[in-house]
């Protein structure tokens, strides 16, 4: 059975960082992409950062520049560094493996 588990999301103010976890068990990790998305109140779910098996990646326009996604294959574990946080940011973020499975997510709440 596929299980993703977030954490490190929380509360900080305008311009601080926070780095999200995700760790991954039950499936070969080093070949899946992996991605982080998420749902501020009362909007749809975005994509934020992607990676690919071979380190690749991508970004949400809004986040280009401030949010670094990586990987530790040796660890089964994907990250988000977010710096210059803005109260925008505010969500649950979700980690996605190979677009099937998803974490239950975490909250980031960004104070102004």
């Known amino acids: 059975q596929v299980q993703l588990v977030e954490s490190g999301g929380g509360l900080v103010q305008a311009g601080g960082s926070l780095r999200l976890s995700c760790l991954v068990s039950g499936t070969i990790f080093s070949i899946r992409p992996m991605s982080w998305y998420r749902r501020a109140p009362g909007k749809q779910r975005e994509l934020v950062a992607l990676?690919?098996?071979?380190?690749?990646?991508n970004y949400a326009d809004s986040v280009k520049g401030r949010f670094t996604i990586s990987r530790d294959n040796a660890n089964n574990t994907v990250y988000l560094q977010m710096n210059s946080l803005k109260p925008e940011d505010t969500a649950v973020y979700y980690c996605n493996a190979a677009v099937s499975y998803w974490g239950k997510g975490t909250l980031v709440t960004v104070s102004s």
């Open positions: 990676i690919t098996s071979d380190g690749r990646t």
